[in-house]
């Protein structure tokens, strides 16, 4: 079963085109990262699934019901990048307040504190709370109801990297129950362990897709081998490798995918002068980089 599907999602504001004829289906327990610029459309692909905006074009289908209908919304949940809440009101009290209108026991604004790191702040006012916690009380919102598909816009914003690394064992645990959960981050390092797919947006077209070995692949960028000498063999290891360069007291060279295996037996080859060597692929940045920058090109 499919819980979010775009077909030819199209939107325009004037002459302006801010969607382009963008499809995609998200699965339930699948993870997927939205990628672009600002200006690219994500933000208007998220209002657009909310019911927030009517499209020119094309159709938002969440579990088979249009979205901003009565079930599209009891089955979608929302933490945008900026959560803003009552200053004046305690972190119990506002989650209190939303169980209320979504029909459910305000008891349970405790359960969802604790679950998101807050159990020992539910009673101090939101107004003295640091924007990561703020962020916090909006996941616990988030996470009433048990929603089947979480759009979250730029949700670890002002998080510290161990409230980070709890946020995305969380999503890892509601994927896991079978949510279906699209994220838009700039946070391109975190997102290349945490996702299950990855899509690009640019010039509000969508120009890429898929895992991020399916990104690596499409791109053909080069690994890179860093080598490092054992002492007093430095000069006979760069004579070795002669298309290396020297960076400090190690070696870099690119290596095409395809050569890999040969780099590898050169350096097996060599081992009496080489203490130590590190192989490492393309991070998610070095392919977004350049997916954007060809994007842009083919725009000018």
Known sequence: MTILALTDLTKRFGKQTALDAVSLDISP???VALLGHNGAGK???MKLILGLLTPDGGTVQIAGHPPGSAVARSL???LPENAAFHPSLTG?????????????DPRGADALLEKVGL??????????????????????QALIGTPRLMVLDEPTTGLDPISRRDFYALLDELAERGAAILLSSHALSELEARTDRIVVLAQSRMVAQGTLADLRRAATLPLTVHLAARAGQGAALA??????QA??????????????LTVLERIAARRDLIADFDLSSPTLDDLYAQISGRENGRAA
Do not use: N, W
């Open 247 to 260: 960076e400090g007291d190690r070696l870099i060279l690119a290596c095409p995918q395809e050569d890999k």
């Open 43 to 45: 933000s208007t692909m």
């Open 76 to 78: 979608t949940a929302y």
């Open 119 to 140: 159990g020992d702040a539910g009673g101090r006012r939101i107004g003295g709370y640091s924007k990561g916690m703020r962020q916090r009380v909006g996941l616990a």
């Open 29 to 31: 327990g699948e993870r």
């Open 92 to 104: 119990r009290e506002m989650l209190r307040h939303y169980l209320r209108l979504r029909g459910q």
């Open 239 to 244: 004579q070795a490798f002669p298309e290396a």
